[in-house]
């Protein structure tokens, strides 16, 4: 995939939605990575609106279901509370897209456990956002 452009969706265009997933986003197509935002989802059409304008993405939704039957994104970054990560995260997998959910991904190590053996099942990459592992002064 190193030479087509990794087509990215957001689920979750609340505060960190917005300032850390559509911001890195946005800054790595700033530098020519091959990234495209290419959807966001929130259940309040009015922050999905605001978010797809503010960061130029082409579509938004309010179902995340209807965003990955239409859209078909290769990644989806999941910044929702974590009541909603399990669902989400199935549902994203299913339809055949890595995930980057934020943490904590799951309520409970049986709903890890079960993100984690469908993340396998569908041969993807299912990864938890922990900026700081990354980060040289951490």
Not at 47 to 74: N, Q
Not at 109 to 138: D, H, I, K, S, W
């Amino acid at each position: 995939m190193a030479d087509q452009q990794l087509r990215v969706a957001l689920i979750g265009c609340d505060d960190h939605g917005r300032s850390g997933h559509l911001t890195a986003y946005r800054q790595l197509i700033d530098r020519g990575e091959a990234v495209d935002l290419v959807a966001v989802c929130d259940q309040s059409a009015a922050r999905a609106r605001a978010a797809a304008e503010a960061f130029g993405v082409p579509r938004w939704f309010t179902d995340h279901r209807k965003l990955l039957a239409e859209i078909r994104p290769d990644a989806v970054s999941i910044a929702t509370p974590p009541l909603a990560h399990l669902e989400q995260t199935l549902a994203a997998l299913a339809a055949g897209a890595h995930v980057l959910c934020e943490k904590p991904l799951a309520m409970n190590a049986v709903e890890a456990e079960q993100m984690v053996t469908a993340a396998r099942r569908a041969g993807r990459v299912l990864t938890m956002g922990l900026q700081n592992r990354y980060n040289p002064a951490a």
